[in-house]
């Protein structure tokens, strides 16, 4: 493809973009190139493509309408951590969290690979904003991929299409460079696979350049690029040059039965639950839960000193395997109006998907390695990290405000991990600087949701760890400068949620799913100064009689443990953060050892 054919037809007239097309067209080679209008016809082009190549199977249209399942290939399940890269200028600036690579070094390298990487394929063109695009400053970004499958993801996920082009070309806007390519060229007459992609997988960002190059994957945060690398890795390095904060946090609207309105944001590690808090049913009479975001909020002190959130994304991109009536109706209700796409799911005689903890079992499947399955098999039918992706709209108990670009003002911040041991249910940080030091200090056992052993406890900070586009230690100092240079007291209070504790048989003490609206309630009535607490070393637990657990099945013992403070488990806990703050060097903010200091002094260290 010549860079003139490239171009033709071209439906813009931004140089920028044109620009980087022409350039990414003459590297990669494709056969074709697509601009994207995000039509209902072009998805019924690329829906029925992908069920021609065999990549999607088109689910029974009468249980799920305009519904897909996927299979990946096996090496293709989740983030690749130890393949991500931060190719800041200075290494200094990606440290110590993140991969590094000198960023010309990177280019050499990826160019090398992306070169007629995009042989016998298309390039698809994806404008896209992520956020509003009545937004004040709209975040724009093009993404240029060879995946049919990406590109209908993508669709589903951000706002896409040629309504976006057309502002982008109207302001001359400036758009983040988001390259994808699964690595998987087909040489003249060479036939295509259900699920291309590269045993050599790079998902890199450039955060000076504002730009992406991923390679070698298709899976979700590796490939559908507005979401992981921009809204978060990108987005961060934006938030801390503007003031502002970008997070792995799920948001909430939960409305009293006396109609008093919060808002909750929510950072837990990938697989932890945000998809279920967020669309939350609370088993509590009169207590409403509506869903603004599941996954990534942007969030800027507006004049009046508040913390304003959006969600950036348009659709949700959950776990599949434990979701059901019981965990999660909403979600339930939200997939089976159709229009999603189910990866690594099973797949049922009838045409419709299964998975390991959803209700109705089938006598026989598909797994999402094509193999037979029945309710004996040894293996699991869906792989850990299988995933649901659909469109955020079709949530049934969506909050209006999710279409206000100003979004909704933060009342409280739940930091939450999965963490057998030592972390109570809940308890809320002293102050903004006390809740910075928890969400740095932040750890939870890992999950299927990135490559590598699970059930491992790693420190988190704030959910962010594989998310951070820059140096964590300057990260924690933003967190902090946003205490000092904003009004503290109209800032959200800080709290620190487990729903994960076990007994001794290794149990969950705490039921959670629909009775977690107990602990919203009684963070919502901190705020209002109605709920108790008792102080302890770690921060406040509630005070006993404060948490609502009427006509909640639990033993008072229980109920103990799990808002126990152990102190002999928090001693334990002290090398560990030690140890964790010793990697960031001088790049640590005074303040946090001032705060473990206090935390020691506070268990008699
Ligand atoms: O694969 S994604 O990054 O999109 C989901 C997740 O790990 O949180
Ligand atoms: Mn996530």
């Known amino acids: 493809m010549t860079a003139t054919e490239a171009l033709t037809d071209a439906p813009t007239t931004h140089q920028g973009i044109l620009d980087f097309v ?8 494709p056969d074709r190139i697509h601009w994207c209008t995000g039509s209902d016809e072009e998805w019924i082009e690329l829906t029925d493509a992908l069920v ?8 029974n249209p009468a249980i799920k309408p305009n519904s897909f399942y996927a299979a990946s290939d096996p090496i293709d399940v989740a983030r690749v951590e130890d393949r991500t890269y931060i190719c800041s200028v200075n290494e200094r600036d990606a440290g110590p969290t993140n991969n590094w690579m000198e960023p010309s070094q990177m280019k050499d390298l990826m160019r090398g690979l992306y070169d007629g990487c995009m042989r016998g394929r298309t390039m698809y063109v994806i404008p896209f904003v992520m956020g509003h695009l009545e937004a004040e400053h709209p975040m724009f970004g093009v993404e240029l991929t060879d995946s049919a499958y990406v590109t209908a993801s993508m669709r589903v ?9 057309e502002r982008m070309t109207e302001l001359n806007a400036p758009f983040v460079q988001a390259l994808h390519s699964v690595g998987h060229p087909l040489a003249e007459g060479q036939a295509d696979v259900a ?3 590269n045993d050599t997988k790079y998902i890199v960002q450039f955060p000076e350049e504002r730009a992406i190059w991923s390679y070698g994957s298709g899976y979700g945060g590796n490939a559908l690029l507005g979401k992981k690398c921009y809204a978060l890795r990108i987005a961060s390095v934006m938030a801390r040059d503007e003031g502002w904060l970008a997070e792995h946090m799920l948001i909430l609207k939960l409305t009293s039965p006396q109609g008093v309105v919060k808002y909750i944001a929510a950072a837990f590690p990938s697989a932890c639950g945000k998809t279920n808090l967020a669309m939350l049913a609370p088993t509590i009479p009169g207590w409403k839960v509506e869903t603004l975001g599941d996954d990534i909020a942007w969030m800027r002190v507006g004049e009046d000193g508040r913390l304003w959130a959006v969600n950036p994304e348009y659709g949700l991109f959950g776990v599949a395997p434990g979701t059901n009536e019981h965990t999660n109706p909403n979600a339930m209700r939200t997939i089976n109006k159709g229009n999603s796409v189910f990866t690594n799911v099973a797949l049922t005689p009838e045409g419709d998907i299964w998975w390991e903890g959803l209700e109705n079992t089938p006598a026989q499947a598909t797994s999402w390695k094509g193999e037979p399955w029945t309710p004996d098999s040894e293996e699991l039918s869906s792989h850990a990290n299988s995933r649901y992706c659909t469109p955020i709209k079709q949530c049934d108990i969506l909050a209006p405000e999710y279409d206000d670009p100003r979004g909704v003002p933060i009342d409280a911040i739940l930091f939450g991990g999965r963490r057998k041991t030592t972390i109570p249910l809940v308890f809320e940080a002293r102050d903004w600087t006390h809740g ?17 052993a699970v059930g491992v406890v790693r420190r988190d900070p704030m959910a962010m760890l594989p998310f951070i586009g820059y140096n964590a230690g300057d990260y924690f100092g933003h967190w902090v400068n946003m205490g000092k240079d904003n009004d503290a007291a109209k800032l959200p209070r800080i709290f620190y949620v487990n729903w994960f504790r076990r007994d001794e048989d290794g149990g969950f003490l ?8 107990r602990v919203l309630k009684w963070v919502v009535e901190r705020i209002d100064g109605q709920a108790a607490a008792v102080e302890t070393p770690i921060g406040h637990v509630p005070a006993p009689g404060s948490l609502d657990v009427d006509g909640l099945d639990m033993t008072p013992e229980a109920l103990e443990a799990a808002l126990a403070v152990d102190v002999e488990e928090w001693k334990a806990e002290i090398p560990q953060i030690q140890e964790w703050f010793e ?23």
């Open 195 to 197: 699920w291309p992609c």
């Open 510 to 517: 705490w039921p959670g799913f629909g009775e977690n609206s």
């Open 22 to 29: 022409r350039e990414a067209a003459e590297l990669m080679k």
């Open 436 to 452: 910075t030091f928890l969400g740095a200090t932040l750890s939870s056992e890992t999950t299927a949701a990135a490559v590598g």
């Open 52 to 59: 021609g190549t065999g990549t999607f199977t088109r689910l």
């Open 157 to 165: 996920m951000a706002r896409m299409g040629s309504h976006v082009l």
């Open 583 to 605: 990697k960031f060097g001088d790049d640590l903010p005074t303040v946090l050892w001032t705060e473990l200091d206090g935390l020691k002094a506070r268990l008699g260290l």
